[in-house]
């Protein structure tokens, strides 16, 4: 079971979040706080392997809490949760694994305890060092700057990350969104077992590939799910043959 520890000033909010936790049966309560200074004196005697974490505290702030915490040798994985949704991309610089908003919905709660299982499974097997796994890895959601405000976009959706003209290009199964990030900042973020570079200026989400079509000089078209045709420059043939077994 995971062990879990909850840091929230309201008292109503902690208990609603207390109770939809012990409903999955997935978790022990190891603890709880509502200020700074009982949670960082408390979480590293219980070690836990997950905290719910409110931003906003009476006397404090959660995103504080959270870089302390980094320093701890076995530091626990932190959810913020919080009714407010503008700290989102602070929260994940600071590898926040989730963001859960309130009011709490069980199946939302759910969710989030399945990706920190799976996660802890990884580092279990030692499959992949925790400092390999990308942040939308772990929470698949890539968070992005769009003028005044941060976008959080579902990993699986996106088709493929296209640079040029000064903008990056994010297209999705339903949208596109244009950002100021550029294409290797955004290659960095997400998770390398899904896309992969096939173009100085696009990268790929492999599992939305549908059709390879050779093209001149021994370079390729690639068909996507959407409709969308994106070019495979010769540095990156190889890499895709290997991939798909060609």
Known sequence: MLKVFVVDDEPLARDELKYLLRRSKQVEI????????????QIPLVNPDLIFLDIQ??????????????GLKDAPAIVFATAYDEYALRAFELNAVDYVLKPFDEERIQQTLEKIANIKQIGERGAVP????????????????????????????????????????IKTLEAEYRTGDTLTLLEKKLPSNMFMRVHRAF????????????????????????????????????????????
């Open 30 to 41: 190891v603890g709880e706080a509502d200020c700074a200074e009982d949670a960082i004196q």
């Open 57 to 70: 505290l009476s006397e404090d702030s959660g995103l504080d809490i959270a870089e302390k915490l980094k």
């Open 130 to 169: 925790a400092a390999e796994v990308s942040q939308a890895s772990r929470t698949g959601k890539l968070a992005i700057a769009i003028e005044d405000r941060i976008l959080l976009i579902d990993v699986e959706y996106i088709v493929f990350v296209g640079a040029g003209e000064g903008r990056t290009v």
């Open 203 to 246: 990268l790929i989400n492999v599992n939305h590939i549908t059709e390879v079509q050779p093209w001149f000089n021994a370079t390729y078209n690639i068909m996507m799910k959407d409709g969308s045709k994106v070019p495979v420059s010769r540095t990156y043939t190889k890499e895709l043959k290997n991939l798909l077994g060609l």
